[in-house]
């Protein structure tokens, strides 16, 4: 019996911190999200009014558009979020619908592969690449706490604009 109680508190427990990074939201509609590069900042929208914002981290050459793979540049342009990824190697991650038609052809005469999973996520795991700004491969990257609000919030087909 005494085995069993504490199977069970320690199963408990696991399932208390896997359940601790889904939060729960039910305030206005994530109607956009607007992420300004140089600025560093991403916005959550509902219609005209900002719900709250976050500093933010970027690709390791954050510069200009996302060209091809391997670039290190977060993408600029409209896009959707497209998927919500719980098991993300990052924490959590929503997925970005880049690469486009445009980035695609782009990329194709030009001879590159545009590259893709460009995520908002948390992260790293290797904690030393916190200390270091704009440590992605073209990523938006926040805090661990921030994702999972912005992972309660934000739903599948919300538009996201990314800005130079």
């Given at each position: 019996m005494r085995a069993f109680l504490m199977v069970a508190m320690i199963l408990g427990l696991f399932g208390l911190a896997s359940c601790s990074k889904f939060k729960t939201y039910d305030g206005p509609e994530v109607t956009q999200i607007?992420?300004?590069?140089?600025?560093r900042v991403m916005h959550l929208i509902h219609h005209d009014r900002v719900l709250v914002s976050y500093p933010i981290d970027l690709g390791f050459a954050p510069n200009g558009h996302k060209e091809r793979k391997g670039d290190g540049k977060t993408p600029e342009g409209s896009?959707?979020?497209?998927?919500?990824n719980p098991n993300s190697e990052f924490h959590l991650s929503l997925g970005i619908s880049y690469p486009d038609v445009n980035d695609s052809l782009s990329a194709k005469e030009a001879g590159n592969d545009p590259g893709g999973d460009i995520?908002?996520?948390g992260g790293p795991t290797d904690r030393r690449l916190r200390e270091?700004?704009?440590?992605t491969a073209g990523c938006i990257a926040v805090t661990d706490r921030q994702?999972?609000?912005?992972?309660a919030m934000v739903t599948v087909g919300t538009r996201i604009t990314i800005y130079p």
């Open positions: 607007l992420v300004f590069k140089d600025a896009y959707i979020i497209d998927r919500k995520f908002i996520h270091q700004p704009d440590w994702i999972e609000t912005i992972y």
